[in-house]
């Protein structure tokens, strides 16, 4: 699977911004979709996910009521709406599919080339 990132950009705090992921490729094959952060020094850490068997969604406490995971089966489409930003949300924003239904890093093994996103205060 081939994802492809969009969307990212330099925002205010309390603005919004979509992320778009674009799959090709083998999309039949993966079971889950999700989006991770990678802040500098900081560990890439899970965001949200969503499970196509199920349609089930997941967030990191972080960012719950503030993101919203969703997708376009017929663009093969991930998407990521954020608002509510804050400078703390700032980080490289990617894109990633997993062969089993889960939210672990691990399992993701595919993934875009990430997508920055800046919040100022």
């Known amino acids: 699977v081939q994802l492809v990132e969009s969307g990212g950009g330099s925002v205010q705090a309390g603005d919004s911004l979509r992320l778009s992921c674009a799959a090709s490729g083998r999309t039949f094959s993966s079971s889950a979709m999700g989006w991770f952060r990678q802040a500098p020094g900081k560990e890439r850490e899970f965001v949200a996910a969503?499970?196509?068997?199920?349609?089930?969604?997941y967030y990191a406490n972080s960012v719950k009521g503030r993101f919203t995971i969703s997708r376009d089966n017929a663009k093969n489409t991930v998407y990521l709406q954020m608002n509510s930003l804050k400078p703390e949300d700032t980080a490289v924003y990617y894109c990633?599919?997993?062969?089993?239904?889960?939210?672990?890093?691990?399992?993701?093994?595919?993934w875009g080339q990430g997508t920055q996103v800046t919040v100022s205060s």
């Open positions: 969503i499970i196509w068997s199920s349609d089930n969604t």
């Open positions: 990633a599919a997993a062969l089993r239904a889960s939210i672990a890093l691990r399992d993701f093994g595919s």
